[in-house]
Antibody, heavy 121, light 106 residues
Framework: QVQLVQSGAEVKKPESSVKVSCKAS????????ISWVRQAPGQGLEWIGG????????NYAQKFQGRVTITADESTSTAYMELSSLRSEDTAVYYC??????????????WGQGTMVTVSS | EIVLTQSPATLSLSPGKRATLSCRAS??????LAWYQQKPGQAPRLLIY???NRATGIPARFSGSGSGTDFTLTISSLEPEDSAVYYC????????FGGGTKVEIK
């Protein structure tokens, strides 16, 4: 069974960048899409964007375009999400999630454990 | 962007009762709607995909229905462990999530 294991918590200064990793183990990585979803404290879920590693195809929510970059390294079965120009409103738990059908407009059947990113001066 | 509106915001019921959660889309999403369960401190867990298909390992007391703009998640007989926040999510366009319904077990 595929598992997604994310990197640890981060504390960042405003205007800096953060890069979160998501490593897949126990199954095929490249043929599925990996999306990133965030959840601010006490709030709901928000899709940031996704990637299909085998094609390198990406798409981002309009809200994050220009500020987010999602990449994948097939050799290590790891996906990355980098968010720049951080502000306090970016404080959230960031999840990676595998797409059920392997497309970017997908349902998410496997989730990472989440990475807390705190933006504070 | 397709907006998903969930109701009620909170549902408080006794064990063994039937819970009915609603999700309404701002435009048709066909059957491309999923439901997730999230407990405090945990990642979301997929319950239902494509409106009515139970995900692997999900108990039969969870069922989904609907198409177009109106969808329902039903928990036929509540168990104490069903206390959680439930989210709907559409994949007809770029993914969006509803605001969630909190289910409390009395």
């Amino acid at each position: 069974q595929v598992q997604l294991v994310q990197s640890g918590a981060e504390v960042k200064k405003p205007e800096s960048s953060v890069k979160v990793s998501c490593k897949a183990s126990g199954g095929t990585f490249s043929s599925y899409a990996i999306s990133w979803v965030r959840q601010a404290p006490g709030q709901g879920l928000e899709w940031i964007g996704g990637i299909i590693p085998i094609f390198g195809t990406t798409n981002y929510a309009q809200k994050f375009q220009g500020r987010v970059t999602i990449t994948a390294d097939e050799s290590t079965s790891t996906a990355y999400m980098e968010l720049s120009s951080l502000r306090s409103e970016d404080t959230a738990v960031y999840y990676c999630a595998r797409g059920h059908y392997g497309i970017l407009t997908d349902t998410f059947d496997i989730w990472g454990q989440g990475t807390m990113v705190t933006v504070s001066s | 962007e397709i907006v998903l509106t969930q109701s009620p915001a909170t549902l408080s019921l006794s064990p063994g009762k039937r819970a009915t959660l609603s999700c309404r889309a701002s435009q048709s999403v066909s059957s491309y709607l999923a439901w997730y369960q999230q407990k405090p401190g945990q990642a979301p867990r997929l319950l239902i995909y494509d409106a009515s298909n139970r995900a692997t390992g999900i108990p039969a007391r969870f069922s989904g229905s609907g198409s177009g703009t109106d969808f329902t998640l039903t928990i036929s007989s509540l168990e104490p462990e069903d206390s959680a926040v439930y989210y709907c999510q559409q994949r007809s366009n770029w993914p969006t999530f509803g605001g969630g319904t909190k289910v409390e077990i009395k």
